[in-house]
């Protein structure tokens, strides 16, 4: 099974909603790594967050890690209908390249 | 742009045909990644490259053959595939690959790949 997987799969919200996406793993990490995928095109880093760090933000987004429970999450602020993407989560345990979940779809209506 | 590009971006190919997929990152980066993206599946990862050596095969059909001349280019020669293959390929890269820590990857816009 993926090293990352997203809950949920598909997350449906009006615009000026916030949107929450998580990420669970099993195996220790170096860091954990937010992407992010317009449809049919390539992924966009989003954000990094180290295994010693608990909170991060960059701009409307927001992102925790929870080492104990093996686990993350991605919350975008006052969402507009052009955060409408796929959203990935990917950790690097060091030892091998980084492994990619299977991903949010987020759909976010004007 | 990412400072990835990737070529075609759309192609078409008979289950005979031969094609290949080219890859240039403009980063100075010393990896590079082949991926694999069908519809309702995760990402596939298929080759890593490091200082141009190959560190990872995930089990790819040998009907798809990497090459990388330099830290730059990355090809993926495609041969004999079947519609299965029927996916977006996307490449990466990024400072270093996995087991020296901590890399972010930029990804290229993909190529569309039909096989009929």
């Known amino acids: 099974s993926q090293q990352g997987e997203e809950d949920p799969q598909a997350l449906s919200i009006q615009e000026g909603e916030n949107a929450t996406m998580n990420c669970s793993y099993k195996t220790s990490i170096n860091n954990l790594q937010w992407y992010r995928q317009n449809s049919g095109r390539g992924l966009v880093h989003l954000i990094l967050?180290?295994?010693?760090?608990r909170e991060k933000h960059s701009g409307r987004l927001r992102v925790t890690l929870d080492t104990s429970k093996k686990s993350s999450s991605l919350l975008i602020t006052a969402s507009r209908a052009a955060d409408t993407a796929s959203y990935f989560c990917?950790?690097?345990?060091?030892?091998?390249?980084?492994?990619f979940g299977s991903g949010t779809r987020l759909q976010v209506q004007p | 742009e990412t400072g990835v590009t990737q070529t075609p971006r759309h192609l078409v190919m008979g289950m005979t045909n031969k094609k290949s997929l080219k890859c240039e990152q403009h980063?100075?980066?010393?990896?590079m990644y082949w991926y694999k993206q069908s519809a309702k599946k995760p990402l596939e990862l298929m080759f890593v490259y490091n200082f141009k050596e190959q560190t990872e095969n995930n089990s790819v059909p040998s009907r798809f053959s990497p090459e990388c001349p330099n830290s730059s280019h990355l090809f993926l020669h495609l041969h004999t595939l079947q519609p299965e293959d029927s996916a977006l390929y996307l490449c990466?890269?990024?400072?270093?690959?996995?087991?020296?820590?901590?890399?972010?990857?930029?990804f290229g816009p993909g190529t569309r790949l039909l096989v009929l």
């Open positions: 990917a950790t690097d345990t060091g030892r091998r390249a980084l492994t």
């Open positions: 967050i180290r295994s010693n760090e």
């Open positions: 990466a890269s990024s400072r270093l690959a996995g087991g020296r820590g901590g890399e972010t990857q930029y």
């Open positions: 980063l100075g980066h010393n990896a």
